[in-house]
């Protein structure tokens, strides 16, 4: 997660420098793919993980989303 985010908007994947300064954005943060045309004071760069992207930890989530479940409500329980 990233800390101090005070709000995410949807966007198209194409970024100027015109939206974020219409949305008052102070940083577009991107991974090393970026191919958006913004000032590079503008720009938090993330290295890329090989193999890996947001479909294939979504779809493994999803593939052991009870065991997710399970896991943190027996950590909340373990709580009370």
């Given at each position: 997660s990233i800390k101090n985010v005070k709000?995410?908007?949807?966007?198209?994947?194409?970024?100027?420098?015109?939206?974020?300064?219409?949305?008052?954005?102070?940083?577009?943060?991107?991974?090393?793919?970026?191919?958006?045309?913004?000032?590079?004071?503008?720009?938090i760069i993330f290295k890329r993980t090989k193999n890996i992207s947001s479909n294939l930890i979504r779809k493994r989530a999803f593939k052991n989303i009870d065991k997710i479940y399970k896991k943190i409500n027996?950590?909340?329980?373990?709580k009370k």
């Open positions: 709000e995410v908007i949807p966007v198209d994947y194409y970024v100027t420098d015109n939206f974020l300064r219409k949305n008052k954005i102070d940083f577009l943060v991107h991974g090393n793919d970026n191919l958006n045309d913004i000032n590079k004071k503008k720009l027996k950590k909340w329980a373990l």
